[in-house]
């Protein structure tokens, strides 16, 4: 298996995570200093830092799901084009991303994701 | 050479004709069809139409940049994290983009790219 197909299986396995809300599987995946960057947000740093971002927002989900349209990978670099979607109170918002992912050893060390938070915004007010 | 680096290879020489602001040699790159969709702003067809929203803006500019930080690659999809830089009336402005390109026989099909409608709109602002 190539250095590419493996980075994208960590990817793929890391997004299935997170959509059945399982964030310690989804951790177990992070490095211990990883970067997680939404661009127009916030940055955090740590498992822990994903942890304090995500598990508030998803906790109030009662369904997730991310729909990758395109993914490439090349070495350690994996990018992905995706609707995250997400189920709060009955409705379903949904957030053009694309989402860069480098790893290390294995793990994902940064995680950076692209999208316009004007369109976030307006999706959450409905 | 692999479908993913000749992919890559047709992105990569598409931005170095737009940093040279050589319209001519970047459309020579793209399908009749090709779609160029600014995802917060508008979207395009044919390379007409990114003629018409690249030329009046690149025409303005004295100087155009942009910093490619990773790209990646599988077969026909290319995605790269860029940073985006325009100089204009002296000054630089500068937009962080996650690009999405879809190759077709060669020459760019789909060109999709992410960024924050707010931070390109506080950039031009200074």
Redesign the interface.
Known sequence: MSA?VAS?DVVTSFIQALERRDLDAALALVTDDVEYDN??MSKVHGPDGIRQVLEPFLGMCTAVEWVVH?????GD?????RTDRFELNGRWIAV?????F?LRDGKIALW?D??????FNQSMAG
């Not at 670099?77 to 084009?81: D, F, H, L, P, R």
């Open positions: 590419a994208a661009v127009p395109h993914q490439a990978a090349t670099v994996v990018m992905n084009e053009s991303v694309a989402g860069l480098v950076r692209y999208f316009d938070q004007g369109q």
